[in-house]
């Protein structure tokens, strides 16, 4: 019997191996075409480094944070692995995840990302995803819906979110030496951010 | 794609067993780490640890050794390396009397040296860092994530080397290499791209009569396509640029650095040289040492890049100090 946060990692490992052409072939058009491939070599090192049984759900997320940190490499890597790693810190001790768990997930991940990558939002990053994802999940909890609902609100703003990284410039990561010709291309970072969320959904929305 | 390669995904760790080999005076692999270190260690001094993704050699490992670097750090071609080898790299070469991390401006290597020096921090080392961007190709501007950092760094590695072997607190070491920083600029361009081994085709494409000017070391684009033309005229164009920065003028003295990025004949580079010095003396710029050769690559990459380095009297006794690493040796 494997844990459900084993179980979830897993699928957010599927759904990036799944992707991982797609990733790649946005990063191709504004960086440096390897988003695909080294996400999904640190979540290949990810499954088969974390615990199946272990119900400790923050030890598992900081084992997923310390193995992306190794082998991820690029800005991805620091950048993901310090949002698993804030996670694991917010989980600490903890079995279960409740709503206000991952209310507080979200913004120690986004924390985590903004002190790692000295970025805002409107940067064409990941934030500008997680950012309004994380906001209207607040909202939707602090209204009393459940957890998957909220989630259900918090992926659309982060699609809204993708769709806003297409219409300004980067100007943070090697999007940004391309000034104005970033623009029209969405961030691969808020794509790869947005799968995440939606696999944490489904996941949630089976169980 | 031809190249001799065993398994692409071996090539950074072979390389290094292949430059530990070659160079086992100079230098020793950290088991299970892509990190070369000084074979004699660095104890006693400030360590100097650099790197950033494989592609570049000699650089960074071909510059370990005396007077210049204690550790160096290499990942993927061109990626950076991760925070747990570059960690690894600075434990090991922490000779007690601190560190300073040399990291080039780009997002992915100024984010895993960072970790690093977190991690090692929490452990009482003590360690600083510069960050390099000497590429005028790219504009410095809050838009951006700045300017890159290229063959300049060479220059930071030998002086600030040179400091932390005469003695130097990481704190000088760390003010001769932003001294550097500041007095150093750099631009390249390329005839042709380069093929990264797991990419396996060219990472741009020129035609026969066209060259990138702004090139970075990455196999990315440059800022201009433009038709080929002599390489005095290429170098007038680096040259122009590099001095719009204001910073040489009439009566200075610099260093130079004619730098080949891997797949260009050492023959091209001298006669690029021949001519950098003619403009440099009619600008009553003196030069005060010349450095021609293959120093910071970009894998098979046609094309080369100049820097040039302002100096003043600390800075010459720097430069002038002996080195002793496989790719860089002064008596």
Known sequence: MSTKVYDCISKIGDTIEENKDFLTDLDREIGDADHGVNMARGFHAVVEKIPKDDANIGAVLKKTGMTLLSTVGGASGPLYGTAYMEAGKVMAGKTEMTAEDFSAILKAAIAGIQKRGKAIRGEKTMLDALIPASEVFDEKIAGGSDIVTALNAACEEAEKGIEYTKTIRATKGRASYLGDRSIGHQDPGATSATLTLETIRDFLKEE | ???????????????????????????????????????????????????????????????????????????????????????????????????????????????????????????????????????????????????????????????????????????????????????????????????????????????????????????????????????????????????????????????????????????????????VHEVLADKGIKIYKTLVGNYMTSLDMEGFSITLLKLDDELKTYLDAPADTPAFVQV
């Not at chain 2, 050699?57 to 993927?76: Q, S, W, Y």
């Not at chain 2, 797991?198 to 494409?205: E, L, M, N, R, V």
């Open chain 2, 1 to 275: 794609m031809k190249k001799l390669i065993n398994e692409i995904d071996n090539i950074v760790d072979e390389m290094l067993d292949g430059m530990t080999a070659a160079y086992p005076n100079y230098v020793k692999r950290l088991e299970g780490l892509d990190v070369l270190v000084r074979a004699g260690g660095s104890e006693g001094k400030v360590a100097l640890v650099s790197g950033g993704g494989s592609g570049h050699e000699p650089a960074h490992g071909g510059f370990v050794g005396k007077g210049m670097l204690d550790a160096a750090v290499a990942g993927a071609v061109f990626t950076s390396p991760t925070p747990d080898q570059v960690y690894e790299a600075i434990k090991a070469a922490d000779g007690g009397k601190g560190v300073l991390l040399v990291i080039k401006n780009y997002t992915g290597d100024v984010m895993n040296f960072e970790m690093a020096a977190d991690m090692a921090r929490d452990e009482d080392i003590e360690v600083d860092q510069v960050i390099v961007a000497d590429d005028v190709a790219v504009e410095n501007s809050t838009w951006t994530t700045g300017r890159r950092g290229i063959a300049g760094t060479i220059f930071v590695h030998k002086l600030a080397g040179a400091c932390a072997e005469a003695g130097g607190s990481l704190a000088d070491v760390k003010r001769i290499a932003e001294k550097v920083i500041a007095n150093v600029r750099s631009m390249g361009m390329a005839v042709d791209a380069c093929t990264v081994p797991a990419a396996g085709k060219p990472s741009f494409d020129l035609a026969e009569d066209e060259i990138e000017i702004g090139i970075g070391i990455h196999g990315e684009p440059g800022v201009n396509r433009e038709k080929l033309s002599s390489v005095n005229d290429i170098s007038d164009k680096l040259l122009d640029k590099i001095f719009a920065e204001g910073i040489y003028n009439a009566g200075d003295e610099v260093a130079v650095m004619v730098n080949g990025m891997g797949g260009t004949p050492l023959m091209e580079l001298f006669v690029a040289n021949k001519h």
